[in-house]
Nanobody
């Protein structure tokens, strides 16, 4: 079974940047759509960005113009996050082929 592992989370000040990575145990990202979700404390998990197997991307309105999802290779998908805001604080999850990673925490704080 495929496993997804997120990395790159951390503490950053407002206006800063982070790059999250999602690594798959097998080469699936050229076959399946891949998405980044996030879940803030006390809130439901929400879709942040999606990249289809064909390379099309889609973003939540709240992150458009600030976040960029990309497929680096067949087993790595990244999420570049710029101009981070306090409200971006959440656990970020990767999802592909109905599989979830364990999540990586992003904290935006001054």
């Amino acid at each position: 079974q495929v496993q997804l592992v997120e990395s790159g989370g951390g503490l950053v000040q407002p206006g800063g940047s982070l790059r999250l990575s999602c690594a798959a145990s097998i080469l699936i990202f050229s076959i399946y759509d891949t998405a980044w979700y996030r879940q803030a404390p006390g809130k439901e998990r929400e879709l942040v960005a999606l990249i289809t197997s064909g390379g099309r991307t889609n973003y939540a309105d709240s992150v458009k113009g600030r976040f960029t999802i990309s497929r680096d290779n067949a087993n790595t998908v990244s999420l570049q996050m710029n101009n981070l805001k306090l409200e971006d604080t959440a656990v970020y999850y990767c999802n592909a082929a109905s599989v979830w990673g364990q999540g990586t925490l992003v904290t935006v704080s001054s």
